[in-house]
Nanobody, 119 residues
Framework: QVQVVESGGGLVQAGGSLRLSCVAS????????MGWYRQAPGKQRELVAS???????NYADTMKGRFTISRDNAENTAALLMDALKPEDTAVYYC?????????????WGQGTQVTVTS
C-alpha cells in the first residue's frame, strides 16, 4: 500500500509564491506517476499537474504558465511550485500517487493541504 502526505499550504498574498510538497511512502517502487489536484468548495476537483517516473509532465492549460511540478528525494516526492497566485487559486490541494501493475490502475490520495490566497 502507498501512503501520501501533502504539506506546504498556508496563507499567501496575491502575486506571491508557494511551494507544496507531496511525500509518498510504503510500496513506492510501484508508483508510476504523481500528480496534484485541487478542489474549491462547491467546485469539481481538477487536475493541476502530473509527472511520471521518467519525468514527463502534464499541466492544465489554465495553470501551466504559473505552476511547475518537479520530483525530488529519489522520486518518492513531488513538489508543486506556484507563482503569481490569485485569490481564485484558493482551494484544498491534493496529491495523488498512481500505480499500474499488470495493467491495473490504483490511485492513492493524500488528505490535502489548504492554500488560501488573499487580495
Amino acid at each position: 500500500q502507498v501512503q501520501v502526505v501533502e504539506s506546504g499550504g498556508g496563507l499567501v498574498q496575491a502575486g506571491g509564491s508557494l511551494r507544496l510538497s507531496c511525500v509518498a511512502s510504503g510500496s513506492i517502487a510501484s508508483i508510476n506517476a504523481m500528480g496534484w489536484y485541487r478542489q474549491a468548495p462547491g467546485k469539481q476537483r481538477e487536475l493541476v499537474a502530473s509527472i511520471t517516473r521518467d519525468g514527463r509532465t502534464n499541466y492544465a492549460d489554465t495553470m501551466k504558465g504559473r505552476f511547475t511540478i518537479s520530483r525530488d528525494n529519489a522520486e518518492n516526492t513531488a513538489a508543486l511550485l506556484m507563482d503569481a497566485l490569485k485569490p481564485e487559486d484558493t482551494a484544498v490541494y491534493y496529491c495523488k500517487a498512481t500505480s499500474t501493475p499488470w495493467g491495473r490502475e490504483y490511485a492513492y490520495w493524500g488528505q490535502g493541504t489548504q492554500v488560501t490566497v488573499t487580495s
